[in-house]
């Protein structure tokens, strides 16, 4: 057990939002790690459940565990607050309703410091509880990789995607470069995980599944609303200034074009879902318009990297007695 008086190698941060039926597990699993030293940062965003009552007998139980309780901020709020009481070496964050291989910290620790890379990264399991059954995430690498070719593999999606919880990260990438986590209802990690890998030197991938990622109705994405959609837009307005304004979008043109048009068919088919389920076609075409003009912009030379972000991402909307969950 890590002593609390000396900073430990690991600080994970939890971010807790209403996670009372999963958060004993997450814990448990935690618990059960083969490396040990290590800090946990539980961060309750204004829970309207037991979760802070949990967290609070879970205080008594596990030495590694502090509590900070805030008022509802959200996501990103909650995982900046929880960095900044963070103090180990390295940085890690896992969700109050998912749960970790036993190995998990332990490997990606080891990893990190055999390559020296600054950024290690494990594969996961989809976790589905109606029916219960797991399923591995098929596309995967695995090896050392230079920070060329982590941001291709980054800005694809597929075999490296811009999740925070199946990574462990050195803390200064955050300190020293002053990254945040950005005020958005989705997306946010992809705009993060572009900020640190453009600072890398070296990204080691172990391609073995050691995080449990629960799928269920309750999830970030499992709800869409014109808001969620316009957070996609703003991700891609996003990365592409921040490939622009440190020089390196001529380089990641073509794999960044690549995540455009992956999460530009995302953003179709969730507006035209949202229509159907809504059973408003009004307006519909419009959205559909303006997310096509919106990604030709993303796409193109005239993209300015001083574009007033919120401007040229705000383009979908529904009439206002539909600003609500339809995709279910």
Not at 62 to 84: C, H, K, T, W
Request: hydrophobic share 40%; with cysteine.
């Amino acid at each position: 057990m890590s002593d609390m008086k000396k900073a430990p190698s690991i600080s994970i941060v939890i971010p807790i939002y209403n996670a009372e039926r999963y958060l004993a597990e997450c814990l448990a699993s935690l618990g059960r790690q083969t490396f040990r030293d290590f800090e946990v940062i539980a961060v309750n965003d204004g829970s309207t459940d037991g979760s802070l009552a949990l967290l609070r007998r879970a205080e008594r139980e596990y030495p590694f565990l502090r509590v900070i309780d805030q008022e509802n901020g959200g996501v990103s709020a909650a995982r900046n607050n929880g960095m900044a009481a963070a103090r180990g070496a390295y940085l890690g964050f896992v969700d109050a309703d998912d749960y970790v291989a036993p190995n998990y910290l332990e490997r990606l620790y080891r990893t990190c410091v055999d390559t020296g890379a600054e950024i290690s990264c494990c594969y996961y399991y989809y976790k589905f509880d109606a029916p219960e059954f797991l399923w591995k995430y098929p596309f995967r690498c695995h090896g050392v990789f230079d920070r060329t070719q982590a941001m291709n593999l980054l800005l694809h999606d597929t075999q490296m995607q811009g999740l925070m919880w199946n990574k462990l990260f050195r803390r200064e990438l955050f300190t020293e470069n002053q990254i945040f986590f950005p005020a958005m209802k989705c997306l946010e990690d992809m705009i993060v995980m572009n900020q640190l890998f453009s600072h890398i030197n070296r990204l080691a991938v172990i391609d073995e599944p050691l995080y449990y990622y629960r799928k269920h109705g309750g999830s970030a994405l499992s709800a869409i609303t014109p808001a969620k959609i316009n957070d996609f837009m703003k991700a891609m307005a996003l990365v592409r200034s921040m490939l622009e304004k440190s020089g390196q979008f001529e380089r990641y043109r073509r794999s960044y074009q690549a995540l455009l048009r992956k999460t530009g068919t995302c953003c179709y088919l969730y507006t035209a879902k949202m229509h159907a389920r809504g059973l408003r076609p009004q307006g519909s075409l419009r959205n559909i318009k303006a997310l096509h003009r919106a990604l030709r912009f993303f796409a193109s030379d005239d993209f300015s990297p001083d574009a007033d972000v919120s401007a040229v991402s705000d383009v979908v909307y529904m009439p206002g007695e539909l600003e609500k969950d339809y995709i279910r």
